[in-house]
T-cell receptor, first 112, second 112 residues
Framework: KQEVTQIPAALSVPEGENLVLNCSFT??????LQWFRQDPGKGLTSLLL?????REQTSGRLNASLDKSSGRSTLYIAASQPGDSATYLC???????????FGTGTRLQVFP | DAGVTQSPTHLIKTRGQQVTLRCSPK?????VSWYQQALGQGPQFIFQ???????QRGNFPDRFSGHQFPNYSSELNVNALLLGDSALYLC???????????FGQGTRLTVV
């Protein structure tokens, strides 16, 4: 049974810091891994998707890496801004299933 | 492109009542999935619809049912509401196991 864990659960940093959010999963037979952003009470915004054959993806100040053998993904946020404050969720899609398995998220606060 | 749209945004129901939530997928998408997100938790998969059929179901009771229409829009129905059904209900669309899932803004259901 696939389980996804995110560490830390919460993070509070000053503006300008570079951040690393961690996601681990128990079954390495994944089809893809997706990172989402969620603002309070809102839906999910897709940030980055990494296919199982890829090692990383980049979008602007965001970089996500994937190491299937160790069951880990990291989301790197460069030069954090107060507007980055949100909850970040990772989710994996395994082979032979149609459901995303989510972690419980990392709640990020970036203060000026 | 309007993306994934859900209605209503908020809903308050009484225990024992029935509720219907609606979702229109992103243009070009034919697969709709529903998730339940309790406060402080990651989304949990309810079920997925493709070609008007339920393709996979998560660990939810039969009180949760759904439907997909020929235009790919979908409904989630919950009967005999319990207080524990209070949550954010999220709809996601994709293109038949295409790589990326896109989520709507969610429907906040409160059962009193």
């Amino acid at each position: 049974k696939q389980e996804v864990t995110q560490i830390p659960a919460a993070l509070s940093v000053p503006e300008g810091e570079n951040l690393v959010l961690n996601c681990s999963f128990t079954d390495s037979a994944i089809y893809n891994l997706q990172w989402f952003r969620q603002d309070p009470g809102k839906g999910l915004t897709s940030l980055l998707l990494i296919q199982s054959s890829q090692r990383e993806q980049t979008s602007g100040r965001l970089n996500a890496s994937l190491d299937k053998s160790s069951g880990r993904s990291t989301l790197y946020i460069a030069a954090s801004q107060p507007g980055d404050s949100a909850t970040y969720l990772c989710a994996v899609l395994s082979y032979n299933t149609d459901k995303l398995i989510f972690g419980t998220g990392t709640r990020l606060q970036v203060f000026p | 492109d309007a993306g994934v749209t859900q209605s209503p945004t908020h809903l308050i129901k009484t225990r024992g009542q029935q509720v219907t939530l609606r979702c229109s997928p992103k243009s070009g998408h034919d697969t709709v999935s529903w998730y339940q997100q309790a406060l402080g938790q990651g989304p949990q998969f309810i079920f997925q619809y493709y070609e008007e059929e339920e393709r996979q179901r998560g660990n939810f009771p039969d009180r949760f049912s759904g439907h997909q229409f020929p235009n790919y829009s979908s409904e989630l129905n919950v009967n005999a509401l319990l207080l524990g059904d209070s949550a954010l209900y999220l709809c996601a669309s994709s293109s038949d196991r295409g790589p990326e899932a896109f989520f709507g803004q969610g429907t906040r259901l409160t059962v009193v």
